[in-house]
């Protein structure tokens, strides 16, 4: 079974407008950690927004936001005022605490995001 | 600042051949990864590393081998190259902790001809 799970293949959404990508995920750890990534057409992967399973707060940085909801397992990124810059592939990842696969992530297979004027 | 360095950005090279990979960090990282990422299928995981000359492998190390002599060094390997490893490959490193993210090299597209 897939841990990370990104149901929307894409999105569009007009630029100054908030977004929401989806991410569900599978774990029976209680003790994980919860990422997104963005990855642009030039390739590069850069680090949006972390989530730990024990944050009690929504994690937010900047124009970006984690809804966080431990019960239903999911873990939606928030892009509020979306620019023209904002369009490229997004990855949710999780990092589970187990002993052999200590720092590992699976990634979802990722939602192409693109903004619009 | 934060830098992981692969040694090409785009390679080619021919059904046979033996090719190296190299990734490079500065942070002092343990862990160090090789993903592969093809279109649909996200990144999945070849191998990992840990500590200098560990490794572990990850969920499709199928064709591949790993070295890690150098504790910023991880190359990746593959021991006789086939069309169906043409694909976009990331390096990337992260410290142990749970809540630090990996970070990612700018990928090497490879081909296989």
């Known amino acids: 079974a897939q841990k990370i799970t990104q149901t929307q293949p894409g999105m569009f959404v007009q630029e100054k407008e908030a977004v929401t990508l989806d991410c569900t995920y599978d774990t029976s750890d209680q003790s994980y950690g919860l990422f997104w990534y963005k990855q642009p057409s030039s390739g590069e992967m850069i680090f949006l927004i972390y989530?730990?399973?024990?944050?009690?707060q929504n994690a937010t940085e900047g124009r970006y936001s984690l809804n966080f909801q431990k019960a239903r397992k999911s873990a939606n990124l928030v892009i509020s005022a979306s620019q023209l810059g904002d369009s490229a592939m997004y990855f949710c990842a999780m990092r589970e605490r187990r002993g052999s696969t200590l720092g590992r992530l699976y990634f979802g297979r990722g939602t192409q995001l693109t903004v619009w004027p | 600042d934060v830098k992981v360095t692969q040694s090409s950005r785009y390679l080619v090279k021919r059904t046979g051949e033996k090719v190296f990979l190299e990734c490079v960090q500065d942070?002092?990282?343990?862990?160090m990864f090789w993903y592969r990422q093809d279109p649909g299928l996200g990144l999945r995981l070849i191998y990992f590393s840990y500590d200098v000359k560990m490794k572990e492998k990850g969920d499709i190390p199928e064709g591949y081998s790993v070295s890690r002599e150098k504790k910023e060094r991880f190359s990746l390997i593959l021991e006789s190259a086939s069309t169906n490893q043409t694909s976009m490959y990331l390096c990337?490193?992260?410290?142990?902790?749970?809540?630090?993210?990996?970070?990612f090299g700018d990928g090497t597209r490879l081909s296989i001809l």
């Open positions: 990337a490193s992260s410290l142990t902790e749970n809540n630090q993210p990996q970070h």
């Open positions: 942070m002092d990282h343990e862990n």
């Open positions: 989530q730990g399973s024990y944050d009690e």
